[in-house]
């Protein structure tokens, strides 16, 4: 079997090295488009909290304790659900801004948690009232 030290190629999907699949591409973007319809069409939601999968590394990276999801089918014609953000919280803890990219100015960091301005002479909420 396959392991951090040495590998045969063997048990690898799509072979390597001189008699590697020469359909590898072309089966990894059908998979790409299978996912892309899947997302489109169906929820997927995590059966407790991201933190409890945890992972396990060999030959390949594993969860400890599986990938518990809910699917649902998702309704075109319904609006978008609200998410309690999160990925956005986990973003911001580690100092990215929510979309997940790096700040890249010393500005953008420090006014990331400023008030917005509502008015052109809002002072951006500057003074609460009592």
Request: aromatic share 10%; net charge negative.
């Given at each position: 079997?396959?392991?951090?030290?040495?590998?045969?190629?063997?048990?690898?999907?799509?072979?390597?090295?001189?008699?590697k699949?020469?359909?590898?591409?072309?089966?990894?973007?059908?998979?790409?488009?299978?996912?892309?319809?899947?997302?489109?069409?169906?929820?997927?939601?995590?059966?407790?909290?991201?933190?409890?999968?945890?992972?396990?590394?060999?030959?390949?990276?594993?969860?400890?304790?599986?990938?518990?999801m809910?699917?649902?089918?998702?309704?075109?014609?319904?609006?978008?659900?609200?998410?309690?953000?999160?990925?956005?919280?986990?973003?911001?803890?580690?100092?990215?801004?929510?979309?997940?990219?790096?700040?890249?100015?010393?500005?953008?960091?420090?006014?990331?948690?400023?008030?917005?301005?509502?008015?052109?002479?809002?002072?951006?909420?500057?003074?609460?009232?009592?």
């Open positions: 079997y396959p392991n951090e030290q040495a590998s045969d190629f063997a048990f690898l999907p799509f072979g390597g090295g001189a008699r699949c020469v359909g590898d591409q072309f089966a990894m973007l059908e998979a790409a488009a299978t996912l892309s319809q899947l997302l489109k069409n169906y929820n997927f939601e995590f059966e407790g909290s991201p933190d409890d999968v945890g992972m396990k590394t060999g030959a390949t990276i594993h969860t400890m304790n599986g990938l518990n809910r699917v649902t089918k998702v309704d075109p014609e319904a609006p978008l659900p609200s998410s309690d953000g999160y990925w956005e919280k986990q973003h911001l803890k580690r100092g990215f801004s929510a979309s997940g990219k790096p700040y890249t100015t010393k500005d953008a960091v420090a006014s990331q948690n400023m008030p917005k301005k509502e008015r052109p002479d809002d002072p951006g909420n500057a003074y609460p009232s009592p």
